[in-house]
Nanobody, 117 residues
Framework: QVRLVESGGGLVQPGGSLRLSCEAS????????MGWYRQAPGKERKFVAV????????NYADSVKGRFTISREAGTNTVYLEMNSLAPEDTAVYYCKIRTTSFQEFWGQGTQVTVSS
């Protein structure tokens, strides 16, 4: 049984910051990467950021590059998403995802981020 639990979402004013966390637990073999996706109401779920389990590489969506930072906590199964300069268009449910080396994917249940005045 694999479980990914996101936390850290909430309401923030435009220009503000939030830090999301995702902790994975359970039997997960051969993790390839951990990443973040988001889904706004009425829209498709979109890629945000991903980091290799080895920490060898990181990729960001163009929409968040320069504002968001993904990182892993060394020696743990936790991944973070530091979000800065938040704007209303960043409002979405943010999901954590694990991809395994055998192309399995595991998703968290999401955490709401609302950017509003």
């Amino acid at each position: 049984q694999v479980r990914l639990v996101e936390s850290g979402g909430g309401l923030v004013q435009p220009g503000g910051s939030l830090r999301l966390s995702c902790e994975a637990s359970g039997s997960i073999a051969g993790i390839y990467s951990m990443g973040w996706y988001r889904q706004a109401p009425g829209k498709e779920r979109k890629f945000v950021a991903v980091i290799a389990a080895s920490d060898d590489w990181i990729n960001y969506a163009d929409s968040v590059k320069g504002r968001f930072t993904i990182s892993r906590e060394a020696g743990t199964n936790t991944v973070y998403l530091e979000m800065n300069s938040l704007a209303p268009e960043d409002t979405a449910v943010y999901y954590c995802k694990i991809r395994t080396t055998s192309f399995q994917e595991f998703w968290g249940q999401g955490t709401q981020v609302t950017v509003s005045s």
